[in-house]
């Protein structure tokens, strides 16, 4: 199991606050003896990417990510869940919804928390 310690927002970045919110269940071979942590997603900008509002994310820790990746991303305190691509000397952050637009700053503002290894949603 892995803590749940707050939510996420797939959409418009949220402020980033941690708070013991119980646990989630994930296959020990997900995490391969890394630390790990889950959050609640709030928003639409990952449906495409299967990711619901309402379910939560499992984030393996982790402060680098390859182009492609599901990152918790922290710019300026505030935390959005999104797919990251590194161009020339800025950042993409692409959300996995047609209806939304990209977000781009500076390789600089941007800090990677984690990956998305595994998605879980309450029947």
Same mark, same amino acid.
């Given at each position: 199991?892995?803590? %749940?310690?707050?939510? !996420?927002?797939?959409?418009?970045?949220? =402020?980033a %606050?941690?708070?013991?919110?119980?646990?989630?269940?994930?296959?020990? @071979?997900?995490?391969?003896?890394?630390?790990?942590?889950?959050?609640?997603?709030?928003? @639409?900008?990952?449906v =495409?990417?299967? $990711?619901? @509002?309402?379910? +939560?994310?499992? $984030?393996? *820790?982790?402060?680098?990510? =390859?182009?492609? @990746?599901?990152?918790?991303?922290? $710019?300026?305190?505030?935390?959005?869940? *999104?797919?990251? +691509? /590194? =161009? *020339?000397?800025? !950042?993409?952050?692409?959300?996995?919804?047609?209806?939304?637009?990209?977000? +781009?700053?500076?390789?600089?503002?941007? /800090?990677?928390?984690? *990956?998305?290894?595994? %998605?879980? /949603?309450?029947?």
């Amino acid at each position: 199991e892995v803590p %749940v310690v707050g939510r !996420i927002a797939a959409g418009r970045p949220i =402020e980033a %606050v941690e708070h013991d919110c119980g646990t989630v269940a994930v296959r020990k @071979d997900l995490l391969r003896g890394c630390e790990a942590f889950a959050l609640k997603v709030e928003g @639409d900008s990952m449906v =495409e990417a299967g $990711i619901l @509002d309402g379910d +939560y994310v499992v $984030i393996r *820790k982790q402060e680098t990510a =390859e182009n492609g @990746d599901i990152v918790v991303a922290l $710019i300026d305190d505030e935390a959005t869940l *999104k797919r990251l +691509y /590194r =161009e *020339k000397d800025r !950042i993409r952050l692409d959300p996995a919804n047609k209806e939304m637009d990209s977000i +781009y700053v500076d390789s600089g503002e941007l /800090r990677v928390q984690g *990956k998305v290894v595994a %998605v879980h /949603r309450a029947l």
